[in-house]
């Protein structure tokens, strides 16, 4: 296949014809390296049976490849200057829509899939990196796995252990839902315009959530500690919590052998499970 979109002369000839101008606000960095689309496509394991989700098609350089891989592409863009130009550069595919909303309104269980779980596949817009993550975790019935471009720094949070410096909220969150690796860093100079920040493309695998665990409870439990990080857990984990005091948390952190001038960040994700399950 003659595919063209990355490239650079094309996509000044396409700016040139609709008049159309990057937006800075909707995260507009458009791929510009073949080779690596192509390893995310390659990474993300699609075949001719698979419904996949792309996020932020912008003038489809993901979309013209995912197309002709898979079974069903929807395509989620939230700009409507970009309508026309996709209508133009993926014209006539009767295996794609294009729907011209903001993805966090769209509910996935409408969209057709047959009897298969959807795989997304997204270069992300960097502002709503991690409501679009947390958005899609909500339908982890659905997903199989996620492929997604994200800035350097927020790749290095999602797969971060307990005691690396990266160890935040959304290494837990990323852990308690899925298997993720970060399969590729990729340099700011293949996008156009270029960021200010490196990328890299992590895969996350979804897993079914520990029943045994209030995954709200969870939620709550990580983001009390990591609002309050420098916060002793003594101090911290209680804030959002109206039926724990300390001295029931005391007695639990003791019963599972964590002191309590620990912090948030010295806590695994077990760690946590385990005094969700104490509190129920
Ligand atoms: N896929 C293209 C590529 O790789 O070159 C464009 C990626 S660009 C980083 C992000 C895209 O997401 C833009 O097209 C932008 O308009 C779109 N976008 C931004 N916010 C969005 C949202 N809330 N819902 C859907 N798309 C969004």
Redesign the pocket.
């Known amino acids: 296949m003659d595919y063209k979109l990355h490239k650079p002369t094309y996509i000044k000839e396409i700016l040139d014809k609709f008049g159309f101008k990057f ?1 800075k606000s ?6 510009i390296d073949g080779n690596l689309i192509e390893n995310i496509i390659d990474y993300s394991d699609i075949t001719q049976e698979d419904y996949v989700i ?6 489809g ?3 013209e490849r995912l197309v002709d891989k898979c079974k069903f592409l929807y395509s ?4 409507n200057r ?1 309508m026309e130009v996709l209508k133009y550069t993926v014209k006539d595919r009767d295996n794609l829509e294009i729907i011209n ?4 309104k769209v509910d996935l269980n409408k969209l057709e899939h047959g009897n298969r779980k959807f795989k997304v596949v ?7 990196t991690t409501p ?1 993550i947390e958005y899609l975790f909500n339908y982890r019935d659905i997903i199989e796995s996620i492929t997604v ?1 994200v800035q350097k720094e927020v790749a290095d949070r999602m797969v971060a252990d307990v005691k690396s410096k990266d160890y935040a909220a959304l290494s837990l969150f990323v852990k308690q839902n899925s298997d993720a690796k970060i399969i590729l860093n990729v340099p700011k100079t293949v996008f156009m315009p270029q960021p200010k920040v490196d990328s890299a493309v992590v895969n996350m695998k979804l897993k079914p959530l520990d029943n045994e665990v209030d995954p709200k409870k969870l939620e709550l439990l990580i983001k009390s500690g990591f609002s309050k990080r420098r916060k002793t857990i003594l101090n911290s984990l209680t804030t959002g919590f109206v039926d724990l005091n300390k001295e029931q948390l005391r007695e639990i952190l003791s019963e599972l052998g964590l002191k309590e001038n620990l912090r948030a960040e010295n806590l695994s994700l077990e760690d946590y499970k385990n005094i969700v399950k104490r509190l129920n």
Do not use: K
């Open positions: 937006s909707l995260g507009q960095n458009f791929l792309e996020i932020g098609p912008g003038f350089v993901l979309t989620i863009e939230i700009d970009l909303e903001d993805v966090l997204a270069n992300l817009p960097y502002y709503i679009i471009m």
